[in-house]
C-alpha cells in the first residue's frame, strides 16, 4: 500500500510561482509512476502531468505545457510539480497520483490517490 502526502499549495498571484510536492511511503517508489492531477469546483478530475518510473520521461497537459514541470526525486522518495505563470484557470485541487510501472492519463486508471493540495490563483 502506497500513501502520497501533498504539499504547498495556497494563493498565488497570476504570473507567479508554487511548488507542490508528493512523498510517497509504503512502496518502492522507484517502480512507481508518478502523476499529477487536479479538479475545480463542478468538473472531472483531469490530467496535468507524469512522469516515467526512472528515465525520468514526462507527459504534458495541452493547458499546462510549457508552464509545469514536473520532476522526481528517488532517493527522496517525492514527485515535484513546479508551476511558473499560473493563470486563474488552473485553480483547482492537485492530487497526486502513482501507479505501478505506467501511468496515463485517465484518472480511473490510477492506483493510488494522495489527499490533495488546494491551489487557488488570483487574477
Known amino acids: 500500500q502506497v500513501q502520497l502526502v501533498e504539499s504547498g499549495g495556497g494563493l498565488v498571484q497570476a504570473g507567479g510561482s508554487l511548488r507542490l510536492s508528493c512523498a510517497a511511503s509504503g512502496g518502492t517508489f522507484s517502480g512507481y509512476a508518478m502523476g499529477w492531477f487536479r479538479q475545480a469546483p463542478g468538473k472531472e478530475r483531469e490530467f496535468v502531468a507524469a512522469?516515467?518510473?526512472?528515465?525520468?520521461?514526462?507527459d504534458y497537459a495541452d493547458s499546462v505545457k510549457g508552464r509545469f514541470t514536473i520532476s522526481r526525486d528517488n532517493a527522496k522518495n517525492t514527485v515535484y510539480l513546479r508551476m511558473n505563470s499560473p493563470k486563474p484557470e488552473d485553480t483547482a485541487v492537485y492530487y497526486c497520483?502513482?501507479?505501478?510501472?505506467?501511468?496515463?492519463?485517465?484518472?480511473?486508471?490510477?492506483?493510488?490517490w494522495g489527499q490533495g493540495t488546494q491551489v487557488t490563483v488570483s487574477s
Open positions: 497520483a502513482a501507479k505501478w510501472w505506467f501511468l496515463n492519463r485517465d484518472y480511473k486508471d490510477v492506483s493510488y
Open positions: 512522469i516515467s518510473r526512472s528515465i525520468g520521461n514526462t
